[in-house]
């Protein structure tokens, strides 16, 4: 009896796969050209510069404020410590340097994980993808879109090396609170340099790239806790970290603390008081992404001790004189507010060179923007009498000089002693 052979079943299976990726591959390629012509020049790519702010240093040379519209601080590659790069490579993409922008191997598993869960949502953009979606694209979750970012970051591989796409990455990722960049997030979150951030503290961070409001490590620790362990563990499975160093860097409390946050300090009114002058001589866009170094004469510790000392001393008139406004009363995040507490101002500056060391324009920056040490106008008080007698004593007077302390009327004005009496004739000395 004759049976019909038929072609063996695991032919037949290697013929449809060739088929489907003889498909996928013409959509492929027909993709790329529908959509190479609606993205940016090879040129646009190598001539990409991120958008830096302009610093402000104080007297020691330390940064104490950054203007800018992305608050960057550009770091390079081999600054960075190198779990942090393993952080970032385990958890977002560790075939990078083995894929071409594209991760084949990474979309198949995604598709076949989202086929399975009916839920969609795998991601399998890589580290390329993901700079070119921040570079030039929009956010939004269209098919379109994500042709475009797969081209780009095609053509971003022609146009960079690995290490490249990856310090780029670095600077340009969006870390919450207005921080981009690894090193400006480093400061904001730890108030340490990227450099000296350490194997949990990496992890953390490089866990914060995903939702970074979601998992900030300032306001919610605990979910930021359960993140960075997940980043660990994958660093552990991938035998970039030790079991000792795994089991040490999990053991470890969030010690994140708010750190360099480039204003909200005793300078604010000092800062302010630059931004308008340095504004209108150089353009905002200068300013703001010029990439300027300002150095300042401010003494930053001499600022916060001024500052408090006159909030403590104005706070201390306010209960012993029973005033019924007081700078207590108001809530800790009250903005623009109309001050009807006691306010005041002060200004240190030395005498020898004018450098101004410290320039306190009111009680609190947040509650008013008014610089009552350069914008109001008052009486200069007792101030005037060291610029009266040195005018005298450049004249002839001396200390014996005698001086008749009597009325005196000037068109419609009589000055007056605070006590409303006169003393006759003095000499300089005591008049002084």
Not at 304 to 313: G, I, K, Q, V
Request: charged share 25%; net charge positive; proline share 4%.
């Amino acid at each position: 009896m004759l049976q019909a052979i038929g072609k063996p079943k695991h032919k037949k299976t290697w013929t449809w796969i060739g088929i489907i990726f003889c498909v996928l591959l013409g959509v492929f390629i027909g993709t790329f050209w529908f959509y190479q012509d609606d993205l940016p020049p090879t040129s646009e790519l190598k001539n990409y510069t991120l958008r830096t702010g302009s610093e402000v240093y104080d007297r020691t040379g330390r940064i104490i404020y950054l203007f800018a519209f992305e608050k960057r601080k550009l770091v390079s590659l081999k600054e960075l410590p190198p779990h942090l790069i393993d952080a970032l490579l385990v958890t977002e993409d560790k075939r990078f340097y083995h894929h071409f922008g594209v991760d084949p191997f990474s979309i198949i598993r995604s598709v076949l994980i989202d086929v399975k869960s009916m839920d969609f949502s795998q991601g399998a953009s890589t580290i390329t993808q993901q700079m070119a979606r921040n570079m030039f694209l929009t956010l939004d979750k269209k098919v379109s879109r994500k042709m475009r970012e797969i081209v780009l970051a095609i053509r971003i591989e022609a146009s960079f090396t690995k290490d490249e796409i990856l310090e780029i990455y670095f600077n340009k990722i969006f870390w919450g609170e207005q921080n981009h960049g690894v090193e400006t997030a480093s400061l904001y979150y730890f108030n340490k340099h990227a450099r000296d951030l350490s194997i949990a503290e990496s992890a953390m961070i490089v866990g914060m790239i995903q939702r970074p409001n979601y998992y900030d490590p300032l306001e919610h620790p605990d979910r930021a806790k359960v993140r960075r362990d997940y980043v660990l563990e994958r660093m552990y499975k991938a035998r970039k970290i030790s079991e000792e160093e795994y089991i040490a860097a999990v053991n470890s409390p969030v010690n994140s603390k708010k750190g360099m946050s480039y204003g909200s300090f005793a300078s604010d009114y000092f800062i302010e008081h630059i931004r308008q002058y340095l504004e209108s001589k150089y353009g905002t866009e200068k300013l703001f992404e010029g990439g300027l170094k300002i150095y300042t004469t401010l003494d930053s510790e001499l600022s916060s001790y001024a500052d408090s000392t006159l909030n403590r001393y104005l706070s201390r008139i306010e209960h012993s004189g029973g005033y019924p406004n007081k700078f207590s009363d108001l809530p800790g995040n009250a903005q623009d507010v109309d001050t009807k507490y006691i306010q005041g101002g002060l200004v240190l500056m030395e005498n020898k060179t004018g450098y101004v060391r410290a320039l306190i324009g009111g009680r609190s920056f947040e509650h008013s923007k008014f610089n009552r040490m350069t914008q109001a106008r008052r009486q200069p008080g007792s101030s005037i009498k060291p610029v009266y007698y040195t005018i005298a004593v450049e004249k002839g007077y001396t200390p014996a000089t005698v001086i008749n302390d009597a009325p005196i009327t000037l068109g419609d004005w009589t000055p007056h002693n605070y006590n409303r009496a006169y003393n006759g004739l003095t000499r300089m000395r005591v008049a002084i």
